[in-house]
Nanobody, 114 residues
């Protein structure tokens, strides 16, 4: 399975971005999927995850109320709507199953300026 993230960029604090993750293969809907991020000199962390059918979601405390995870299984695509962005959200964002089982993609850089 190949995972391709996109949608990152440079945004001012308070701004919004929408990330996308497209997965190859036919098993996308089977797995819970997650968005992860890794800031410079920090460990990769789980930001949010969504169950296979999309009926349940969970968020890290740091993003709760600001980020929304969703998925479209017909398109093998997962999204992360990020609002009210803060400088501390600056990181490379990755998608994978939750827990992760596939090789990591290249990620998409999100940079939030103050």
């Amino acid at each position: 399975v190949q995972l391709v993230e996109s949608g990152g960029g440079l945004v001012q604090a308070g701004g919004s971005l929408r990330l996308s993750c497209v997965a190859s293969g036919s098993t996308f809907s089977i797995y819970a999927m997650g968005w992860y991020r890794q800031a410079p000199e920090k460990r990769r962390e789980l930001v949010a995850y969504i169950t296979g059918g999309g009926g349940s979601t969970n968020y890290a405390d740091a993003v709760k109320g600001r980020f929304t995870i969703s998925r479209d299984n017909a398109k093998n695509t997962m999204y992360l709507q990020m609002n009210s962005l803060k400088p501390e959200d600056t990181a490379v964002y990755y998608c994978n199953t939750h827990p992760f089982i596939y090789q990591w993609g290249q990620g998409t850089q999100v940079t939030v300026s103050s």
